[in-house]
């Protein structure tokens, strides 16, 4: 059974800090792999998509993924109180994607 | 482009009773996943659809099933309601090609069985 295993939270870091949300995932097979934000009420937004080992870096969002050690990681540069959020991290395999249950990020100003 | 539309927004019904949940993807996208979300299980794959056929399937009961029409929209229907089925209902579309496409969420259906 395919699992993605996240932290909970809440993370919780002030203002301006680096936020640093990790995933674990069990199926080696994996494609491709999500960070969406999910505010309270409201759907899951798309932050990025990785595809390759390495990091991806978008404004103040740097993806990580490390396939071998079956790893994925969001780093939020200059945290804001709007960035708090759950994060869910999603691994897709032939077109389905499998979601871990999310951290919640807490950015106190 | 406009993105993922979800009718309805929210709905109450009672146990036994079915319902019919529609997604309209966005313009393009021939793509679309259905997802239950609740507090305790997250956000859990139902099925997906492509080309007006059923690709993926979640592991859930044979009273959750769905259907895409040639235009891309989608239906979900749950029959015989149980209180265990109140959540939030989420359709995601993707353009699909090349597989592992990003998908992209529609706002939700709450659902609430009482």
């Known amino acids: ?109 | 482009k406009a993105g993922v539309t979800q009718t309805p927004r929210y709905l109450i019904k009672t146990r036994g009773q079915q319902v019919t949940l529609s997604c309209s993807p966005i313009s393009g996208h021939r793509s679309v996943s259905w997802y239950q979300q609740t507090p305790g299980q997250g956000l859990q794959f139902l099925f997906e659809y492509f080309s007006e056929t059923q690709r993926n399937k979640g592991n859930f009961p044979g009273r959750f099933s769905g259907r895409q029409f040639s235009n891309s929209r989608s239906e979900m229907n749950v029959s015989t309601l149980e209180l265990g089925d109140s959540a939030l209902y989420l359709c995601a579309s993707s353009l699909a090609i090349g597989g592992g496409e990003t998908q992209y969420f529609g706002p939700g259906t709450r659902l609430l069985v009482l």
């Open chain 1, 1 to 109: 059974q395919k699992e993605v295993e996240q932290n909970s939270g809440p993370l919780s870091v002030p203002e301006g800090a680096i936020a640093s949300l990790n995933c674990t995932y069990s199926d080696r097979g994996s494609q491709s792999f999500f960070w969406y934000r999910q505010y309270s009420g409201k759907s899951p937004e798309l932050i990025m998509f990785i595809y390759s080992n390495g990091d991806k870096e978008d404004g103040r969002f740097t993806a990580q993924l490390n396939k071998a050690s079956q790893y994925v990681s969001l780093l939020i540069r200059d945290s804001q109180p709007s960035d708090s959020a759950t994060y869910l991290c999603a691994v897709g395999r032939y077109s389905t994607l499998t979601f871990g249950k999310g951290t919640m990020l807490l950015v106190s100003p």
